[in-house]
Protein backbone atom coordinates (compact mmCIF):
# COMPACT_ATOMS: atom_id res chain seq x y z
CA UNK A 1 0.00 0.00 0.00
CA UNK A 2 1.20 3.60 -0.96
CA UNK A 3 0.60 6.44 1.60
CA UNK A 4 1.09 10.21 0.22
CA UNK A 5 1.93 13.43 1.65
CA UNK A 6 2.58 16.64 0.59
CA UNK A 7 6.43 17.23 -0.08
CA UNK A 8 6.36 20.50 1.31
CA UNK A 9 6.41 19.49 4.76
CA UNK A 10 7.63 16.12 4.27
CA UNK A 11 11.08 15.59 3.02
CA UNK A 12 12.80 12.39 3.18
CA UNK A 13 16.11 13.39 3.14
CA UNK A 14 16.10 15.95 5.74
CA UNK A 15 14.06 13.66 7.92
CA UNK A 16 16.11 11.55 7.61
CA UNK A 17 19.31 12.87 7.51
CA UNK A 18 19.07 15.19 10.37
CA UNK A 19 20.76 12.39 12.94
CA UNK A 20 17.26 10.66 15.08
CA UNK A 21 17.55 7.55 12.86
CA UNK A 22 19.82 4.75 11.94
CA UNK A 23 18.33 2.46 10.03
CA UNK A 24 17.58 3.87 6.58
CA UNK A 25 19.64 3.54 3.56
CA UNK A 26 19.31 5.10 -0.10
CA UNK A 27 17.39 3.10 -2.67
CA UNK A 28 16.25 4.14 -5.98
CA UNK A 29 14.93 7.50 -6.11
CA UNK A 30 14.80 8.14 -2.38
CA UNK A 31 15.34 5.49 1.27
CA UNK A 32 14.41 2.49 2.46
CA UNK A 33 13.64 2.90 5.98
CA UNK A 34 13.34 0.27 9.03
CA UNK A 35 12.10 0.63 12.15
CA UNK A 36 11.23 -2.80 15.00
CA UNK A 37 10.76 -5.10 12.34
CA UNK A 38 9.08 -3.09 10.02
CA UNK A 39 10.14 -1.31 6.44
CA UNK A 40 9.17 1.21 4.13
CA UNK A 41 9.80 2.71 0.98
CA UNK A 42 9.90 6.64 0.98
CA UNK A 43 10.37 8.80 -1.75
CA UNK A 44 9.57 11.95 -3.69
CA UNK A 45 8.10 12.80 -6.97
CA UNK A 46 7.15 16.56 -7.73
CA UNK A 47 5.56 17.82 -5.26
CA UNK A 48 4.56 14.27 -3.23
CA UNK A 49 6.26 12.33 -1.30
CA UNK A 50 5.15 8.62 -1.24
CA UNK A 51 5.53 5.91 1.54
CA UNK A 52 5.20 2.34 0.42
CA UNK A 53 4.68 -0.02 2.74
CA UNK A 54 3.03 -3.24 4.25
CA UNK A 55 1.74 -1.46 7.39
CA UNK A 56 -0.02 2.55 6.68
CA UNK A 57 -1.15 2.71 10.34
CA UNK A 58 2.24 1.96 11.84
CA UNK A 59 4.46 4.20 9.14
CA UNK A 60 1.47 6.94 9.08
CA UNK A 61 2.10 7.14 12.71
CA UNK A 62 6.15 6.79 12.22
CA UNK A 63 6.26 9.57 10.12
CA UNK A 64 4.03 12.26 12.35
CA UNK A 65 1.63 12.66 9.53
CA UNK A 66 -1.51 13.71 11.61
CA UNK A 67 0.44 16.90 13.09
CA UNK A 68 0.38 20.06 11.22
CA UNK A 69 3.87 21.20 10.15
CA UNK A 70 2.60 24.08 8.67
CA UNK A 71 1.78 25.74 12.16
CA UNK A 72 4.97 24.53 13.89
CA UNK A 73 7.08 26.26 10.94
CA UNK A 74 5.15 29.51 11.41
CA UNK A 75 5.91 29.38 15.12
CA UNK A 76 9.58 29.14 14.21
CA UNK A 77 9.51 32.24 12.17
CA UNK A 78 7.51 34.04 14.73
CA UNK A 79 11.16 33.71 17.03
CA UNK A 80 12.80 36.66 14.73
CA UNK A 81 15.93 34.41 14.85
CA UNK A 82 17.67 34.66 11.85
CA UNK A 83 19.21 31.14 11.91
CA UNK A 84 16.09 29.71 13.04
CA UNK A 85 13.89 31.35 10.73
CA UNK A 86 16.24 30.05 7.60
CA UNK A 87 15.72 26.33 9.18
CA UNK A 88 12.46 26.78 9.42
CA UNK A 89 12.06 28.07 5.66
CA UNK A 90 14.73 25.88 3.94
CA UNK A 91 13.80 22.75 6.20
CA UNK A 92 10.00 23.01 6.49
CA UNK A 93 9.87 19.15 5.30
CA UNK A 94 11.94 17.80 8.52
CA UNK A 95 9.89 16.05 10.43
CA UNK A 96 10.05 14.72 13.71
CA UNK A 97 9.91 10.89 13.75
CA UNK A 98 7.96 8.49 16.21
CA UNK A 99 10.17 5.49 17.09
CA UNK A 100 10.62 2.65 19.16
CA UNK A 101 11.51 3.70 22.97
CA UNK A 102 14.03 0.74 23.46
CA UNK A 103 15.18 1.15 19.98
CA UNK A 104 15.94 4.46 20.63
CA UNK A 105 17.55 3.29 24.02
CA UNK A 106 20.25 0.76 22.70
CA UNK A 107 20.73 3.36 19.21
CA UNK A 108 21.50 6.32 21.53
CA UNK A 109 23.87 4.25 23.74
CA UNK A 110 26.11 3.73 20.40
CA UNK A 111 25.24 7.04 18.99
CA UNK A 112 27.46 8.58 21.64
CA UNK A 113 31.22 9.94 20.90
CA UNK A 114 30.41 8.36 17.46
CA UNK A 115 30.06 9.21 14.29
CA UNK A 116 26.70 8.69 11.95
CA UNK A 117 28.47 5.89 9.43
CA UNK A 118 30.11 3.84 12.30
CA UNK A 119 26.53 3.89 14.25
CA UNK A 120 24.83 2.72 11.43
CA UNK A 121 27.18 -0.05 11.06
CA UNK A 122 27.02 -1.04 14.70
CA UNK A 123 23.19 -1.15 14.47
CA UNK A 124 23.16 -3.33 11.37
CA UNK A 125 25.77 -5.55 12.37
CA UNK A 126 23.75 -5.84 15.15
CA UNK A 127 20.29 -7.15 13.39
CA UNK A 128 22.04 -8.98 11.65
CA UNK A 129 23.35 -11.08 14.19
CA UNK A 130 20.55 -11.18 16.71
CA UNK A 131 17.09 -9.83 14.61
CA UNK A 132 14.87 -11.83 13.04
CA UNK A 133 15.34 -12.16 9.23
CA UNK A 134 12.26 -10.37 7.15
CA UNK A 135 11.89 -9.47 3.59
CA UNK A 136 10.46 -6.37 1.44
CA UNK A 137 10.78 -5.09 -1.66
CA UNK A 138 12.28 -8.59 -2.56
CA UNK A 139 15.47 -8.35 -0.61
CA UNK A 140 15.86 -9.41 3.06
CA UNK A 141 16.44 -6.66 6.12
CA UNK A 142 16.48 -7.84 9.62
CA UNK A 143 13.95 -6.77 12.67
CA UNK A 144 15.45 -4.59 15.98
CA UNK A 145 16.32 -7.49 18.23
CA UNK A 146 13.99 -8.14 21.29
CA UNK A 147 16.12 -6.86 24.87
CA UNK A 148 16.03 -10.12 25.52
CA UNK A 149 18.02 -11.48 22.42
CA UNK A 150 20.26 -8.48 23.20
CA UNK A 151 21.15 -9.39 26.76
CA UNK A 152 21.61 -12.74 26.04
CA UNK A 153 24.35 -11.67 23.69
CA UNK A 154 27.33 -10.57 26.20
CA UNK A 155 29.66 -7.66 26.56
CA UNK A 156 32.45 -9.88 24.09
CA UNK A 157 29.51 -9.90 21.41
CA UNK A 158 29.56 -6.29 21.45
CA UNK A 159 33.10 -6.03 21.96
CA UNK A 160 33.32 -7.92 18.58
CA UNK A 161 30.76 -6.21 16.16
CA UNK A 162 33.03 -3.21 16.86
CA UNK A 163 30.98 -1.23 19.80
CA UNK A 164 34.08 0.02 21.65
CA UNK A 165 34.10 0.61 25.24
CA UNK A 166 29.64 0.71 24.66
CA UNK A 167 30.05 -2.84 24.73
CA UNK A 168 29.34 -2.55 28.64
CA UNK A 169 26.49 0.11 28.42
CA UNK A 170 24.66 -2.42 26.11
CA UNK A 171 25.36 -5.80 27.59
CA UNK A 172 23.87 -4.07 31.39
CA UNK A 173 21.19 -1.87 29.97
CA UNK A 174 19.33 -4.83 27.97
CA UNK A 175 20.04 -6.92 30.95
CA UNK A 176 18.00 -4.55 32.91
CA UNK A 177 15.53 -4.01 30.33
CA UNK A 178 14.89 -7.89 29.78
CA UNK A 179 13.95 -7.97 33.66
CA UNK A 180 12.11 -5.20 34.39
CA UNK A 181 10.63 -3.47 30.87
CA UNK A 182 10.07 -0.10 30.19
CA UNK A 183 6.29 -0.24 30.74
CA UNK A 184 6.60 2.44 33.61
CA UNK A 185 8.97 5.20 31.63
CA UNK A 186 5.71 6.23 29.37
CA UNK A 187 3.38 7.88 32.38
CA UNK A 188 6.74 9.28 33.64
CA UNK A 189 6.87 13.53 33.50
CA UNK A 190 9.32 14.35 31.39
CA UNK A 191 11.52 15.42 34.10
CA UNK A 192 11.13 12.48 35.74
CA UNK A 193 11.88 10.42 32.56
CA UNK A 194 15.24 12.00 32.19
CA UNK A 195 16.14 11.46 35.66
CA UNK A 196 15.11 7.51 35.40
CA UNK A 197 16.99 7.60 32.26
CA UNK A 198 20.20 8.57 33.57
CA UNK A 199 20.13 5.68 36.41
CA UNK A 200 20.71 3.36 33.06
CA UNK A 201 24.28 2.47 32.69
CA UNK A 202 25.41 4.38 29.55
CA UNK A 203 22.85 6.91 29.38
CA UNK A 204 23.80 10.70 30.03
CA UNK A 205 22.02 14.06 30.01
CA UNK A 206 21.93 14.16 26.19
CA UNK A 207 21.39 11.09 25.42
CA UNK A 208 18.49 10.88 27.92
CA UNK A 209 17.25 13.67 26.05
CA UNK A 210 17.57 11.89 22.50
CA UNK A 211 15.62 9.05 23.98
CA UNK A 212 13.23 11.23 25.18
CA UNK A 213 12.25 13.10 22.62
CA UNK A 214 13.19 10.54 19.49
CA UNK A 215 11.44 7.21 21.59
CA UNK A 216 9.41 8.44 23.82
CA UNK A 217 7.91 11.80 21.71
CA UNK A 218 8.43 14.12 24.16
CA UNK A 219 8.38 17.70 22.16
CA UNK A 220 9.92 19.46 24.97
CA UNK A 221 13.18 18.30 25.41
CA UNK A 222 16.18 19.96 23.20
CA UNK A 223 19.49 17.58 23.25
CA UNK A 224 23.01 19.69 23.34
CA UNK A 225 25.17 18.25 21.51
CA UNK A 226 28.35 19.99 19.52
CA UNK A 227 26.63 22.02 16.70
CA UNK A 228 23.99 23.05 19.07
CA UNK A 229 26.32 24.12 21.52
CA UNK A 230 27.99 25.86 18.91
CA UNK A 231 24.98 27.61 17.27
CA UNK A 232 24.66 28.76 21.01
CA UNK A 233 27.38 31.03 20.73
CA UNK A 234 27.33 31.97 17.64
CA UNK A 235 23.66 33.00 16.83
CA UNK A 236 22.10 33.64 20.45
CA UNK A 237 25.40 34.91 21.61
CA UNK A 238 24.94 33.00 24.76
CA UNK A 239 27.70 32.88 27.67
CA UNK A 240 27.07 29.66 29.08
CA UNK A 241 29.53 26.97 28.72
CA UNK A 242 27.74 24.17 31.01
CA UNK A 243 25.94 21.95 28.56
CA UNK A 244 23.03 21.24 31.04
CA UNK A 245 22.16 25.53 31.20
CA UNK A 246 22.16 25.21 27.48
CA UNK A 247 19.98 22.83 27.34
CA UNK A 248 17.63 24.65 30.29
CA UNK A 249 18.18 28.04 28.29
CA UNK A 250 16.63 26.58 25.10
CA UNK A 251 13.47 24.28 27.11
CA UNK A 252 12.61 27.86 28.61
CA UNK A 253 12.83 29.61 25.45
CA UNK A 254 11.05 27.81 23.21
CA UNK A 255 8.99 25.47 25.90
CA UNK A 256 6.62 22.34 24.38
CA UNK A 257 7.93 23.33 20.52
CA UNK A 258 11.75 22.87 22.01
CA UNK A 259 12.28 19.63 19.99
CA UNK A 260 10.54 20.87 16.94
CA UNK A 261 12.82 23.97 17.11
CA UNK A 262 15.97 21.99 18.04
CA UNK A 263 15.77 19.94 15.00
CA UNK A 264 15.60 23.33 12.36
CA UNK A 265 18.33 25.15 14.06
CA UNK A 266 20.68 21.68 13.95
CA UNK A 267 19.69 21.62 10.34
CA UNK A 268 20.43 25.34 9.52
CA UNK A 269 23.73 24.94 11.32
CA UNK A 270 24.81 21.55 9.96
CA UNK A 271 23.59 23.12 6.23
CA UNK A 272 25.95 26.52 6.91
CA UNK A 273 22.48 28.27 6.28
Not at 87 to 98: D, M, Y
Not at 152 to 160: D, E, I, L, R, V
Request: hydrophobic fraction near 35%; include cysteine.
Amino acid sequence: MTIEYESRYFSPRDTLECGQIFRFTPFEEGYKVFSQDKACYVYTRGDITYIECDDRDYFYNFFDLARDYSAINERAKSYNVPLLTRGAERGAGLRLLNQSAEEMIYSFIISQNNNIPRIKGIIERICRALGEEREFLGEKYYAFPSSAALAGAGTQFYKGIGAGYRDEYLAKTSARIKDEGIDMLYALPTPELKKRLLTYTGIGPKVADCISLFGFARRECFPVDTWIEKLYHDDFGGTLKDRNKINAYFCGLFGDDAGYMQQYLFYAKRENL
